[in-house]
């Protein structure tokens, strides 16, 4: 049976995105983003983590480094009871090759051939277009856009987790 699954990037979302993050000591978890983890956990969601990692493809860091700095935050989270179901990445540029890349569909085509989601009843947190319009692409219809700015074809933008957390918080 299908399960509804709440997918989230990284870099902006999960951490606070200074630009190609790859070592632990320069992540810093977004404020909020533990309970909003819960939350969904709670509800019986699968949660992924579906991120671009262009970093890799310009030399920036190495596949091993982006490897390291994830089992560091998946153990980050376990120590906080929060279950990451999988973790899916694109380490190509935009124009490479490869349908992987935001906005287009392969990490979640990747993640449907492990699990059973029921993607219109599921959720996209992003702080790109992009996010949002991958989601879009593959039938999520509830989007929650992350940045300043707001997006017209995301269902809900805030301009933080944090802002979003006192959101489900109230509701």
């Known amino acids: 049976m299908s399960k509804k699954a709440l997918f989230l990037d990284r870099d902006g979302v999960i951490n606070i995105d200074y630009g190609y993050i790859y070592k632990i000591e320069d992540f ?5 983003i533990f309970d909003i983890l819960r939350y969904f956990q709670k509800k019986d969601y699968y949660i992924f983590i579906v991120t671009n990692q262009s970093g890799i ?14 089992l560091w935050m998946l153990q980050k989270l376990q120590q906080k009871n929060i279950n990451i179901d999988k973790v899916v990445f694109c380490p190509y540029l935009t124009g490479e090759k490869s349908n992987c890349r935001k906005p287009n569909r392969g990490m979640i085509d990747t993640i449907l051939n492990e699990f059973d989601v029921d993607l219109k009843n599921s959720i996209m947190i992003g702080d790109k277009p992009s ?15 992350i940045n300043k700015k707001s997006l017209n074809r995301a269902s809900l933008s805030f301009n933080s987790i944090y802002e979003y957390k006192k959101y489900l918080s109230s509701s």
């Open 57 to 70: 493809a310009r030399g920036y860091y190495t596949i091993q480094d982006y490897e390291t700095l994830t």
């Open 28 to 32: 810093d978890f977004s404020d909020g």
């Open 131 to 145: 996010d949002i319009d991958m989601a879009i692409n593959v039938g999520i219809e509830k989007t929650i856009y």
